[in-house]
C-alpha cells in the first residue's frame, strides 16, 4: 500500500512512538504570536526552563493586536520581544515589520516542501500549501515544540479532495473552499488531513492555495495539503535558488513527497465545480453556507476585507478591480488590512491602496485586528459584516456581532450597495 | 494544580460548542490562566443555561455532545476550565486541538458513544448527577439521587500517560 503526503512527511521525521498511534515528530518550524506565546514563555521561565531548542527554526510575529491598543496588550508584545531579544531569534517581526502570521512566514520563504510546522494558532494549517504538515496546537504543544523541537500526534488519515473542472469567472478559491466545507460540516475532518488535488489545485497560485488550505480547520482538518509542484517552486525560488540547479531539479525533488498513486485514504471526495456559484455563509458556523443568490439583499453594517484567508496581492486586486470607479454604500464601513508589509507595498505600487481610500475604505496596517474581535473594526451587538475571514462564530467579530464569510469579490461588490451582492452582476 | 476528577456535572445540551463560546477572544489579552476565571462559557448561549449561574459555579465536570472545543487553538479554553476547577469533560467527539489542549494540561476529555451521552443526559433530568471518574479502570461512577450508573470508556495509552505524568510538557521534560 502507498503512502499519503502526510504519511511520507510523518515517516521522515518520526522521532518516537512512545505508545502505539502516537507519533512525535521532530519539527523544522515553530512559529509563535504574541497571543498564545506568552504563558508558554512565562511556564518555562517558571519551570526554569527558559530556553529554544534552535534559535534559527523558530520564528516569531506581533499580529494579532498591533501597534497595541492597551496595557494588556503592550504587556504581551514586551513579552514576545523580550524573549525573542533574550534567545537572539535570527526572525521576530515587531511594530512596521510585522504582518498576519500565515501570510507573513510563507512570503519571508520559511515554509517548504516536507516540512513540520506548528503554531499556536488554529489557522496554521495554511502552510499545508507549500507541501508541508502544518498544524495548529495549544500553548503546551508550542512549550515543548520551542523547548524540545517535538510534537505529538495521533497518525491522521487522509481524505482526498479531488477538485474538478473549471472554475468560472468570478469564482475564487474561497468559493471553493466554502463549499467543500459546506459539504464536509465543521467536524468532517476531524483528526485528518485534507489533501487537495486535481486540475483546479494545479491551476491555482500559491495564495489561491494557501485560501484552500487555511480553511481546512473549518472542517476540522489537522492541516489542509497541496503537492508542491512547477507553482511552489515559481514562489519559492528566491529563497531556494543555491540549493537547486534550475526550478526544473527543485519540482524533481518535491516529487519525493508527493502522494502515492495506491495510498491509502480514509476518504475520497470529487468535486465538479464547473457551475459552483460564488459562496456565502449565513448563521454562525462555517459550513452554513449558500450560494449568494440565495443570500443577495440582507443588509451588512462593514465589509471587512484582509486577514490570513484573503489579505494577500492577488485578494487586494480583486476587490481593487471592482471598487474603482466606484464609492462604497453611505450605510456601510469599508475596512481593509493588507496582510503584510510587502503586500501593502505593493498594493500601494500598483495604485490599489489609492482605489480603496477613493472609494471609502478605511486602510489599516497589517494586522488580525477585526477578524476575532480583538481591535480594528469590532461590531456592536446587532451589526452585520461581511467579512473575507474564516470564521463566522456567534460574537466572532465582537459580541453580538453577525459575520458572513465570501469572497474579498462579494464583499467589494457588497461594499458598494451596502447589501450581500453578487460581484457579476454589479 | 492537583486535578481532580470527580464532582458535580453541568450538562451542555448542543453540538458544535466553539471555543469563541468559551472564552471569548476579548479575554485572550490575559497572561494568566488564573485571570481568565471569571469568564468562563460567557458567550454560551443555551435553554437553560446562566455563565453566571450556580450550576455553573458547583459543577466539577461537564457532559455534552458532538465536536466540543471547535474553532481556535487557544489554551486558554481548557484553562478557563481548569482555574474553575472542571477537570473533567464527558462528549461525544471533540475538536482535535482542544482534545489534545485538555490531555496536555493533565485534564480528561473522555469520549462516549451518542447511546452513552444520552443516557447521562436522561439522568441528568432526574436531579444533580455527580461524576467520579477512575482513569486507572476506566469507568466513571455516575450518581444521582442515591442511584448509581456505570460508563466504562476508552482512553488511548498516550493520553492516559499524560493524565498520569500532569501533563505534555512533564511527559516530554523527562523523555526527550
Known amino acids: 500500500m502507498g503512502k499519503t503526503i502526510a504519511d511520507k512527511i510523518f515517516a521522515s521525521h518520526l522521532r518516537d512512538e512512545p505508545f502505539e498511534g502516537t507519533k512525535v515528530l521532530n519539527l523544522d518550524r515553530v512559529l509563535c504570536h504574541e497571543i498564545t506565546t506568552p504563558v508558554a514563555i512565562a511556564d518555562l521561565e517558571w519551570r526554569g526552563k527558559d530556553r529554544v531548542f534552535d534559535k534559527s527554526k523558530i520564528k516569531a510575529v506581533i499580529d494579532h493586536v498591533t501597534p497595541s491598543k492597551d496595557t494588556k496588550t503592550a504587556v504581551q508584545a514586551k513579552m514576545i520581544r523580550e524573549w525573542a531579544r533574550r534567545h537572539e531569534l535570527e526572525d521576530f517581526f515587531d511594530v512596521g515589520r510585522n504582518g498576519v502570521c500565515h501570510a507573513l512566514f510563507p512570503e519571508k520563504g520559511y515554509i517548504r516542501p516536507g516540512f513540520t510546522v506548528i503554531m499556536g494558532d488554529s489557522h496554521t494549517c495554511t502552510h499545508g500549501a507549500f507541501g508541508a504538515f502544518a498544524a495548529g496546537v495549544g500553548t503546551t504543544d508550542l512549550e515543548v515544540g520551542i523547548l524540545k523541537g517535538v510534537c505529538a500526534f495521533r497518525h ?34 476531524t483528526d485528518a488531513v485534507l489533501e487537495f488535488a486535481g486540475p483546479v489545485v494545479e491551476c491555482m ?86 450560494p449568494v443568490s440565495e443570500m443577495v439583499g440582507a443588509r451588512v453594517d462593514q465589509v471587512y476585507i484582509g486577514t490570513c484567508t484573503n489579505g494577500r496581492i492577488e485578494d487586494l486586486r480583486v476587490a481593487a478591480n471592482i471598487l474603482d470607479g466606484r464609492t462604497i454604500a453611505d450605510s456601510v464601513r469599508g475596512v481593509v488590512s493588507p496582510a503584510t508589509p510587502k503586500i501593502f507595498r505593493q498594493a500601494l505600487d500598483e495604485g490599489l491602496i489609492d482605489v480603496f481610500m477613493q472609494s471609502g475604505f478605511c486602510v489599516t496596517n497589517p494586522t488580525c485586528g477585526a477578524c476575532l474581535g480583538m481591535s480594528n473594526g469590532v461590531l456592536a451587538p446587532g451589526e452585520v459584516c461581511a467579512s473575507t475571514s474564516n470564521r463566522n462564530f456567534n460574537g466572532r467579530m465582537g459580541k453580538g456581532g453577525m459575520v458572513h464569510l465570501m469572497s474579498p469579490a462579494t464583499a467589494a461588490a457588497t461594499a458598494v450597495t451596502g447589501v450581500i451582492t453578487d460581484a457579476r452582476t454589479l | 494544580m492537583e486535578k481532580i476528577f470527580k464532582g458535580p456535572a453541568i450538562f451542555l445540551d448542543r453540538n458544535d460548542i466553539n471555543t469563541d463560546e468559551i472564552i471569548p477572544a476579548k479575554y485572550l489579552t490575559e497572561v494568566t490562566k488564573e485571570a481568565l476565571q471569571p469568564y468562563m462559557l460567557e458567550d454560551l448561549k443555551l435553554e437553560d443555561f446562566d455563565p453566571n449561574g450556580e450550576k455553573l459555579k458547583n459543577a466539577r465536570a461537564i457532559v455534552t455532545r458532538e465536536n466540543f472545543g471547535c474553532g481556535s487553538s487557544r489554551e486558554h479554553a481548557p484553562w478557563v476550565f481548569e482555574v474553575n476547577g472542571v477537570h473533567t469533560i464527558i462528549a461525544q467527539s471533540y475538536a482535535r486541538i482542544f482534545r489534545q489542549n485538555m490531555f496536555n494540561g493533565g485534564m480528561l476529555a473522555i469520549e462516549l458513544p451518542k447511546q452513552e451521552i444520552d443516557s447521562l443526559f436522561e439522568l441528568g433530568k432526574q436531579g444533580t448527577v455527580t461524576l467520579n471518574v477512575d482513569v486507572e479502570a476506566q469507568i466513571i461512577h455516575a450518581s444521582v439521587g442515591g442511584k448509581e450508573s456505570e460508563f466504562p470508556f476508552d482512553i488511548s495509552e498516550f493520553d492516559k500517560a499524560l493524565v498520569k505524568a500532569g501533563g505534555w510538557v512533564e511527559f516530554a521534560d523527562a523523555r526527550y
Not at chain 1, 488519515?157 to 459539504?183: C, E, M
Not at chain 1, 482538518?221 to 526550478?247: N, R
Open chain 1, 156 to 189: 491522521p488519515a487522509t481524505i482526498r479532495v479531488n477538485l474538478r473542472g473549471n472554475l468560472k469567472p468570478g469564482v475564487y478559491s474561497k468559493d471553493v473552499i466554502l463549499h467543500v466545507i459546506g459539504k464536509l460540516g465543521v467536524n468532517g475532518a
Open chain 1, 205 to 290: 497560485s500559491m495564495e489561491a492555495r494557501m485560501t484552500l488550505c487555511n480553511m481546512a480547520i473549518e472542517a476540522g482538518g489537522t492541516c489542509g495539503i497541496c503537492m508542491p509542484d512547477e507553482v511552489t517552486a515559481e514562489y519559492l525560488w528566491p529563497f531556494i535558488e543555491d540549493e537547486y540547479s534550475s526550478k526544473k531539479a527543485a519540482v524533481e525533488d518535491f516529487k519525493q513527497w508527493h502522494s502515492d498513486p495506491d495510498a491509502e485514504y480514509k476518504q475520497i471526495l470529487d468535486f465538479d465545480l464547473s457551475d459552483l456559484e460564488p459562496q456565502v455563509s449565513y448563521d454562525y458556523k462555517p459550513d452554513c453556507v449558500k
